[in-house]
C-alpha cells in the first residue's frame, strides 16, 4: 500500500509537459501546475498569436498569466523528494508506436510486460501483479505482449477463439462448432498445436538435412575449383617449358594458348562459383526458414501458431541436384598432349630439314669469288631457291602444327 502511495504521488506532484517532478511549481488560473520554466517555454511558442492556454484542460486565457512560484507546492515536493519519492519513469518505460502498451494505464502508457490470454488485455509490470497475487487469476495464460489479441476474438460471436475447424481450416469459438461448423471435424486449437508442432518438427528436420547436403555440395565445388585452377597451373607450366623449346614464332602460339587456357578457366570457375553461390544463398534461405519455424515454435498463444503456420510451414523445392559429380582431375591435360605432338612434330620436321638447311650453309661458304663457274653459279642459285622454298615449306608446317592447338 506504501508503494501504492508513493506512486500516486509521483503522477500528482509531475509536471505534465517534462513529466519529470515539478521544479519551481506554479499554478495557472484553471487550476493546474507545471515548472515555471516549462510553462512560459510553452506561452512563448504561442506568443506571436496572443494565445495563452492551458496544456492540459486547453482553457484558454485573454491575457498572458502572471506566474508566481507557489511556496506551498514547492516545499511540499521538496519534503516528498527526501522522504523517498522517485522521478517519473524515463522515456524508454513509456510505449512508443512499435510497442504494446498497457491497457489499464491512465494517461501515458507504460510498455506492457505480458499480454494475458484469458483476459484478452496487455499489462505493465504494475498492472500485471493481480495475476501473480489473486489465485483465479493465476491460471490465467500469459505470452509476451502482442498486438494482435483482438484476432483470437470469433468477430461472429464475440468470443475467445479456442477450437479449430479441420474441415474449413480455421480458428473458431464454441459456438461455432455448434452453430455454422457443426457436423465438421473440430477438435481443440491445442491438440492443432500439437499436431501441426509436430509437422513443424519433420519440416525442421528436412531443413536441416537439406542443409547439411548442400554444405557437403558446396565442399565439393570448392575441391572442384582447386582442382581446376591446379590442372590449369599445370598445364600453363608444363605449355610454357614445350613452347621455350620453339621458335620464336611458336611463341605467339604459346601466348594464345596461355590466354586460351586462362580464358575457359575463368569460365568454368565462374561457372561452378555461380552454383556455389545459388546453393550458399539456398542454404541462407534454409536457415532462415527454420529460423523462422523456431520461432513460431516457441510460440505460447495457439491461435497465432495456426494462423502463422500455413505460410511457414511450405518449403520450396530445391532447383539444384542432391549431388555434385566431379570430374576426373582431367580438365586441360588434352591441351598438354595436344602441345606435345605439336613439339614432336617440330622437331621431326626440324630434324628432316636441317639436312638441306646446313647444304646451304655449305654451298654459301663454297662460293668463293673468283672460283666458281657459271654451271656451279646456276647450281648455287637453284640450291638457294631450295633451300628457301624448303624454310617456307617449315614455317608453314609449323604454323599449321601450331593451329592444331586451339
Not at 549431388?323 to 582431367?330: A, K, Q, V, Y
Request: hydrophobic share 30%; charged share 30%.
Amino acid at each position: 500500500m506504501a508503494q501504492k502511495g508513493v506512486q500516486l504521488d509521483r503522477e500528482t506532484f509531475s509536471c505534465s509537459i517534462c513529466l519529470d517532478l515539478l521544479k519551481d511549481p506554479v499554478a495557472i488560473p484553471c487550476g493546474h501546475s507545471y515548472c515555471m520554466n516549462c510553462i512560459k517555454s510553452f506561452w512563448d511558442k504561442g506568443d506571436k498569436k496572443k494565445i495563452y492556454s492551458c496544456p492540459q484542460c486547453r482553457q484558454t486565457f485573454t491575457a498572458r498569466p502572471v506566474l508566481v512560484k507557489n511556496t506551498m507546492l514547492a516545499v511540499l515536493v521538496e519534503q516528498l523528494k527526501k522522504t523517498g519519492l522517485q522521478a517519473a519513469p524515463a522515456d524508454h518505460c513509456y510505449a512508443g508506436p512499435e510497442d504494446v502498451a498497457c491497457d489499464f494505464c491512465t494517461g501515458r502508457k507504460m510498455k506492457a510486460f505480458k499480454s494475458c490470454l484469458v483476459c484478452l488485455a496487455s499489462y505493465c509490470e504494475k498492472h500485471l501483479q493481480p495475476h501473480y497475487d489473486v489465485a483465479p487469476l493465476k491460471k490465467h495464460k500469459l505470452v509476451e505482449p502482442s498486438k494482435k489479441l483482438q484476432e483470437n476474438i470469433c468477430s461472429r460471436h464475440d468470443e475467445v477463439m479456442k477450437m479449430f475447424c479441420r474441415t474449413d481450416q480455421q480458428s473458431i469459438c464454441y459456438l461455432c462448432s455448434v452453430d455454422e461448423h457443426k457436423g465438421h471435424d473440430t477438435v481443440s486449437a491445442a491438440a492443432e498445436r500439437t499436431e501441426r508442432q509436430r509437422e513443424l518438427e519433420v519440416s525442421r528436420q528436412n531443413i536441416q538435412q537439406r542443409i547439411q547436403d548442400r554444405e557437403k555440395d558446396v565442399k565439393l565445388l570448392q575441391q572442384e575449383v582447386e582442382a581446376i585452377n591446379q590442372s590449369a597451373d599445370q598445364t600453363v607450366e608444363h605449355s610454357e617449358k614445350i613452347f621455350t623449346e620453339m621458335i620464336h614464332l611458336i611463341q605467339k602460339r604459346s601466348s594464345d594458348v596461355k590466354q586460351q587456357i586462362r580464358s575457359q578457366q575463368e569460365t568454368e570457375v565462374s561457372r561452378v562459383k555461380e552454383l556455389q553461390e545459388k546453393l550458399e544463398q539456398e542454404i541462407t534461405e534454409l536457415k532462415r526458414k527454420d529460423a523462422e519455424l523456431k520461432q513460431l515454435s516457441h510460440t505460447e498463444d495457439h491461435i497465432q501458431f495456426l494462423h502463422n503456420y500455413p505460410s511457414l510451414s511450405a518449403l520450396s523445392e530445391s532447383t539444384h541436384s542432391s549431388s555434385i559429380n566431379i570430374r576426373p582431375l582431367s580438365y586441360f591435360e588434352d591441351v598438354t598432349a595436344a602441345v606435345s605432338e605439336v613439339r614432336d612434330k617440330l622437331k621431326d620436321i626440324l630434324r628432316e630439314e636441317w639436312t638441306n638447311i646446313s647444304l646451304t650453309v655449305t654451298e654459301v661458304d663454297a662460293l668463293l669469288p673468283g672460283r666458281e663457274t657459271l654451271r656451279e653459279r646456276r647450281s648455287a642459285v637453284f640450291g638457294r631457291r631450295r633451300a628457301r622454298q624448303n624454310r617456307l615449306t617449315m614455317l608453314k608446317t609449323i604454323e599449321k602444327n601450331s593451329n592444331d592447338i586451339q
